[in-house]
């Protein structure tokens, strides 16, 4: 392999991993989220939808189902692996769904690694370093958009930002704080 598609390789794993931290921490901000903050709203009949990815917080749901067109060499190298790995040949059921998931998601490093560990070469060239950088670009958005959600900002800002953020969700929600709720919110989270 390329010294180029090397580092793209290390990229790709220190993205996976910063991905994982945060897509981790913001699980944990949204459980102490819902049980301290949510129960206000939650309790007045309030629905909000929830971006799991990202911790986000909307009345409704924006998602869309679109998938994005992949490339030739990303189909072909699916195909070999799912050949491979599928269950009925006697594959296991959660390698399967990692290769689907790296495929659907245009994960063409994560495709390439677990090809590597199969033992199916896959010829690289200097296109594929586009394909690498848009995987890398990928995990880099996600992680962004995880930091811009509002479980994020309230839980990593400072307390201008903590409270900024509960007034947004009054006039958000049509109600407000008790002073004793507020003060209890801020304490706990400051």
């Not at 129960?39 to 869309?64: H, R």
């Not at 790995?85 to 594959?91: S, W």
């Not at 409270?163 to 947004?168: A, E």
Request: net charge negative.
């Amino acid at each position: 392999m390329q010294i180029s598609l090397k580092k793209y390789a290390h990229k790709y794993e220190y993205l996976k991993l910063e991905l994982e931290e945060t897509e981790s921490k913001v699980t944990n901000y949204t459980k102490k989220w819902n049980t301290e903050i949510g129960k206000f709203y939650l309790d007045q009949k309030i629905v909000a939808w929830q971006n799991i990815d990202t911790g986000e917080l909307k009345l409704n749901d924006p998602s869309n189902s679109s998938k994005k067109p992949s490339a030739k060499k990303l189909k072909k190298l699916y195909r070999q692996l799912t050949t491979l790995t599928h269950p009925d040949k006697g594959g296991s059921v959660e390698e399967f769904n990692h290769i689907k998931n790296d495929y659907e998601s245009g994960d063409f490093i994560g495709l390439v690694k677990r090809a590597g560990e199969k033992d199916i070469d896959v010829e690289l060239d200097e296109d594929d370093l586009v394909l690498f950088e848009n995987t890398c670009r990928e995990i880099e958005n996600k992680i962004s958009k995880t930091k811009e959600s509002v479980v994020w900002k309230f839980f990593n800002g400072d307390m201008l930002a903590k409270k900024t953020i509960l007034k947004g969700i009054e006039k958000e929600f049509a109600f407000t704080f008790e002073q004793k709720d507020y003060d209890k919110i801020l304490d706990i989270v400051g």
